[in-house]
């Protein structure tokens, strides 16, 4: 029997399917370091942190009696408020027909386990937004939350030097200074003049071939803050003004974001503190009425911001 092109054809397999599933990329996730997390919350869904005040000196008389003061108090309080969970199913007769059907399972805790801790970076980097929004948040007399200063709203190096100023007039330890900011504000440093012009400033000589990060985290230290970048920084509409006093409408326009900055020194000194009653916890179901496998993992945790002197969040424009 011969055979001629049209035949051919039929023997040809115009389309091949992969023995491999695409996956999607995904980024760092980096939040959860910078957060306090509390281990004597054993149960209850309200935790509260007693607070004292500082001691006041007065001038004092000989042969006279000493002032006393009453000591100011207060107290900090946070509550467990996020519950989430993530769940996926597939009925027998998907798994009888897919050709997938194995990858398909193995790929469902990994990824709820993903979308839950995307959910809390997310989180955890709202926080910021927990200062009142609108204003300045002076802390002796020193700004923590400002627009950007450089051309239309984008974060200069003279908002970074300011935020460090600010963290000194609250008494804040500079040491382990980390900033989280946009990727348009990395891509405004690295192409920043003065930084660029490496004759006139050799520290940052090999930017222009390096660039300024690796993963997620700066090569450079930009005074004194270790950067991060970051996609998951909560944007804001709001009114508010920039250093200079000159009010900046963010609401309109391109899409504002938050940038932070603050001491990672540890302990009681870190902006955030948070508990979790349930750690992201697996569950799989054989739903019989349904003949179908399911598979969920649910997690319970609380978040506040606590230092508010310890953040400064500087408000910039996405202008690439």
Known sequence: MAFNDSNMDLLTRSELWSAELKDVLLDDLNAMQWMRWMTDF????????????????????????????????????????????????????????SFYVNQLIASFIP?????????????ILA??????????????????????????????????????????????????LVGIVDPSVAFDFETATNLVNVSNNPKWEGVITEGLTTGMRFVKNVYGFDIWESN?????????????????????????VVNM????????????????????????????????????????????LFRPENLVGVISRINI
């Open 42 to 97: 054993p149960d209850g869904d309200t935790f509260t942190i007693p607070s004292i005040g500082e001691g006041t000196v007065r001038d004092y008389v000989e042969d006279t009696d000493v002032t006393m003061d009453a000591m100011d108090t207060g107290e900090f309080q946070f509550t467990i408020t996020d519950y989430v969970s993530s769940g996926n199913y597939i009925t027998d007769k998907q798994k009888q027909d």
């Open 111 to 123: 990824k709820q386990r993903r979308a839950i801790m995307e959910r809390l970076e997310t989180d």
């Open 127 to 176: 926080l910021v937004n927990e200062q009142t929004t609108g204003a300045n948040n002076s802390i002796n007399n020193a700004e923590h939350r400002y627009a950007a200063n450089g051309t239309s709203d984008v974060v200069s190096l003279e908002d970074v030097a300011y935020a460090k100023y600010a963290l000194k007039k609250a008494n804040v330890p500079l040491v382990n």
């Open 232 to 256: 998951y920084l909560p944007t804001t509409t709001e009114t508010i003004n920039d250093r200079d006093d000159v009010a900046n409408d963010f609401s309109s326009g391109n899409t504002p």
């Open 261 to 304: 900055f603050f001491s990672a020194a540890g302990g009681d000194i870190n902006p955030f503190i948070g508990a979790w009653r349930e750690m992201p916890t697996v569950e799989p179901f054989r739903n019989v009425s349904k003949r179908r496998d399911e598979f969920s993992t649910t997690a319970r945790y609380g978040k506040k």
